[in-house]
């Protein structure tokens, strides 16, 4: 069996193939899909914004109004409880967490308490980890269970009033596609941490990109929040990274009255608006919450066969071989494959010799590194399905070709 | 003279006037002049940059190259040592001191080196003292010269260690209109202060922002800093606020490859790429420095009668009484009023009770203390020349009338 491996694994390498599913990108046709938001404030058009204001021009820190409510229609939360960012929620993000790093949220701030922690579901997001390091923040693992992180030490951790906060990507979870259980989510609600300057950043990175006609469905945290008087808790972000241009798009973040004051009056420091023109593209073009799902659903057109390509592709790769665990995610951006303990950096750099860039293996837990060696990100958006198959019977044979390798090492 | 001042007052306060001298803000018919560029990138053009890269997708954290040559060249300095921002330069200023603070610049943390201090050469810009003070940064008052900052006490102070830096707008400083010299830039450039981690913020706002068609010009710090080998002390920013779009426009920095290895570092945490779509439309637009030097000719066109009518009026209001003084700036946004000791507060006040909207007197002292309740910064961007006229003849009543006031009471 390993010789016949090899010898699929040395034809396909002989090809020399450079294949790259390493990024959750946007491949070329999704980003085509709104390329009317170029055309839609031109030099002939009105540039105000719907109270009047000038977009082109100084001031509207918080966002133009027809933009805060677009934003706020699809996270599900009050107008005033929202602020339009820039290009990017990593920066939402990552200033967030300064901010608490140098002034705190309701204690000293966190560069004076010494070593603080944060909780770290993973697999996880590689950007949240890289900013927690960053801050010299330390970081802990948490296990993801089907229905989202492991509440029961979540909920045991946090006694600990060095643990300060956990990011977490609710819904199509980076990488596993896992959206969190209504019981999660209550139960994220109903923390009560030592801390009382604890954080939950809730990255809704994926919060309407659903593939399938029966998408997963997640509470609305600030709904459940408020039922336990933890709105305070909660830091809420999301883009259109991935709805119009990764670079070009817009980025929004909800937090609570007193959040937001305090969001406010940093960045009225640090900017005195965000780009307003670009806010009007995304409001005029969008025009609402329903809007954004009918374009959507053309993102989901295109992204579903590659999605299918992966996972039939495992499963007619491992289906009964017990060497390989995947989920079949509803939407987000990835698939998460689970090969054999100990064999994944090597997949990693089997793949890597015939051509095929993955995501760095380990990438996916915190100072990257993977316990158990065994997850890989697949990211199937940005390649095409061709090419995505070739890519995944090529993988399949290096997770075979590993295990193999494995087993007879002993 | 009181009562014929006050009956005059009282005349122009019964008009019931709306006036807004307060922010340099461009006015409409600034922002029409490049509205061209809504129309550069649209649904039929090409969307890659010059080296091919998809400028809606991710990627290019530094900026696209068309986009930082042309930001570079506008600087003088070379394309590797410039970062293009998104829409605020205040952004990259503020995001700076947050890294030093945090991080450091070649020493410790700024925040864990006790009380820490920066020289601010005054009057100034309000919002680089803001972000001092946010910072808990002490600020020490340097007074300007005709020609810059007095370099004299800036060497004094920099023997401190605790002094770690400055801001300034070396070209048509805000708000007195003052370019350095060549004799202060090379005294800026051949500091030695005490601290290894001390930083110049340069702010180069108004680096083509004249008025004049003999404009004044300004050495290149970084030309000069290489002679001494303090390329590592200056940090330059500027932007397109007042170029292209308050609203919607592009900044950049400039630093030494040691700094920009260090800013890099903390921004690929931060963010994935600044709106390149933007870039995209900047660079083609203004295609190069002969293209910003050409608009900005536009722009002195609509701002010279205004500033015009602003130094008229005082000529005509002022001339031989003594009681104000005033430069004519050959660029920049501003004019800087200095009333009689003691007076500036009761002119803000009774500007305000007739109608009419200055800079909040005071703010552009640190702390927003005028220690001579002298200094008022005008902009006359915004409104157009009738309102202008009017403000103006409004503005030196409420002078007389405060410093006629002032004498009277003795």
Redesign the interface.
Known sequence: MKTELEARYEAFKAKGLKLDMS?G??N?AQ?DLC??I??I???S?D?NSSDGM???????LTGIPECRRLMAEIMGVDEKNVIVG???S??LM??YI?QC??FGCGGE?W?KQGEIKFLCPCPGYD?HF??LE??GIKMINIKMNADGPDMDSIEEYIKDEKVKGLFCVPKYSNPDGITFSDEVVRRFAALKPAAKDFRVIWDNAYIVHDLSDTPDELLNIFDEAKKCGSEDMFIEVIST?KIS????GISAIAASDKNIADIKD?MS??????????QLRHARYFKDFDGIKAHMKKHAAILKPKFDAVTDGFAEAFDGTGIASWRKPNGGYFVSLFVMKGCAKRVGQLCKDAGLTLTTVGATYPYGIDPDDSNIRIAPSYPDVDELRKAVELLCICVKLAAVEKLIEG
């Open positions: 990024r990108k946007p070329k980003l390329d009317g170029l055309d404030v031109n030099s058009s540039k000038e977009t082109r021009n100084y001031g509207g820039g290009v990017a990593l920066t990552y200033d300064a790093m140098i701030p560069i950007r890289k900013i960053h801050f990274s241009y990764a670079g070009g940093r420091v640090q900017i005195i608006s965000n780009d307003k023109v670009n």
